[in-house]
Nanobody
Framework: QLQASGGGLVQAGGSLRLSCAAS????????MGWFRQAPGKEREIVAR????????YDLDSVKGRFTISRDNAKNTVYLQMNSLKPEDTAVYYC????????????WGQGTQVTVSS
C-alpha cells in the first residue's frame, strides 16, 4: 500500500513537500513515480525515480522546481515542490512498480495540492 501526504493550499511561489509511505512491498526494489491530475485533464507523470536512484522529470514545466527523492530506510518517496505555480494545482498520486518491472502496479490515494495566485 502507498499512503501519500503533504498536500495543501499554498500561495504561488511557495513550497510543499509530498511524502509517500510504502508498505507491503519490497520498497528498495520498486521504481517510484509521482503523477498528477488536474480537473478536467488526463493524469500525467511528473517525475520518476528508479530503484537505483536515477531520477527523470517528465514535465519540462517542473524541471528545476521539483525534486524527487527516496529514503529506503523509511520506505518513503518524496516530492519537494518549490516555486509553485497555479498551474501545478492538481491531485498528486504516488505509484510504485513491482520488482523487475516498469509498470506502475501500486497506487496511493492522492493528495490535493492547490496553488493560489
Amino acid at each position: 500500500q502507498l499512503q501519500a501526504s503533504g498536500g495543501g493550499l499554498v500561495q504561488a511561489g511557495g513550497s510543499l513537500r509530498l511524502s509517500c509511505a510504502a508498505s507491503g512491498l519490497t520498497f528498495s526494489d520498486a521504481g517510484m513515480g509521482w503523477f498528477r491530475q488536474a480537473p478536467g485533464k488526463e493524469r500525467e507523470i511528473v517525475a520518476r525515480l528508479s530503484r537505483n536512484g536515477g531520477s527523470t522529470y517528465d514535465l519540462d514545466s517542473v524541471k528545476g522546481r521539483f525534486t524527487i527523492s527516496r529514503d529506503n530506510a523509511k520506505n518513503t518517496v518524496y516530492l519537494q515542490m518549490n516555486s509553485l505555480k497555479p498551474e501545478d494545482t492538481a491531485v498528486y498520486y504516488c505509484a510504485a512498480t513491482r520488482a523487475s518491472s516498469v509498470v506502475y502496479y501500486y497506487w496511493g490515494q492522492g493528495t490535493q495540492v492547490t496553488v493560489s495566485s
